[in-house]
C-alpha cells in the first residue's frame, strides 16, 4: 500500500523551461516528478532525488549542491477516485510536499516507460497550464513569482 505522504518536484532549465511528463496510464495527464514516501520515516529529500532518479534518470548527486531545493510548502489535497485503491482502506487524503530542481540546460531525460510515455520542456506559464493537476500548476507558478 502506498503511503498518503508524497513529494511534487518541478524540474526547471535556467531560462524558466519546466520538464513536464505524460502519465502511462492516463493519456493526456501532463505533471511534474511525483511519488510517494518510500517508508513513513523516508527524508522528504532523499524521496525527491530517489523519483527524479526513477522517473527521469536525471541524479540529482551529479548536479551542483544545492541544485534540489526544498519549498517549505506543502498541501494535502483528496486522492482521484481512480487511485484509492493503491492507498489503505479509508485513506482518501494524500500530503504532498513540494520541491524544486535545476538542471543545466544540455540536461537528458530517461523515462521509465512503465510510468510515462512522453517528456516536453515548455516556458513555466505553459507547463502551469498543461498539468493536469491545479495544484501542480500552482507549484510551478509560485516556483517563478520570487
Not at 511525483?34 to 527524479?52: C, F, K, N, W
Not at 531525460?109 to 505553459?126: D, F, G, I, N
Request: glycine share 4%; aromatic share 10%.
Amino acid at each position: 500500500m502506498k503511503i498518503p505522504i508524497s513529494v511534487l518536484v518541478v524540474i526547471y532549465k535556467t531560462a524558466g523551461e519546466v520538464l513536464l511528463i505524460e502519465r502511462a496510464d492516463k493519456a493526456g495527464f501532463w505533471q511534474s516528478v511525483t511519488g510517494s514516501l518510500d517508508a513513513p520515516a523516508e527524508d522528504l529529500a532523499m524521496a525527491a532525488a530517489r523519483e527524479v532518479l526513477e522517473e527521469t534518470g536525471i541524479d540529482v548527486v551529479s548536479l551542483p549542491e544545492g541544485a534540489l531545493q526544498n519549498r517549505h510548502h506543502h498541501i494535502e489535497y483528496e486522492i482521484y477516485p481512480q487511485w484509492r485503491h493503491r492507498y489503505a482502506p479509508g485513506v482518501v487524503k494524500n500530503t504532498e510536499h513540494w520541491f524544486s530542481l535545476k538542471v543545466p540546460d544540455d540536461t537528458q531525460v530517461t523515462l521509465a516507460p512503465r510510468e510515462h510515455v512522453a517528456y516536453q520542456w515548455l516556458p513555466y506559464q505553459e507547463a502551469a497550464k498543461k498539468c493536469f493537476s491545479p495544484s501542480n500548476g500552482e507549484a510551478i507558478l509560485q516556483l517563478f513569482s520570487v
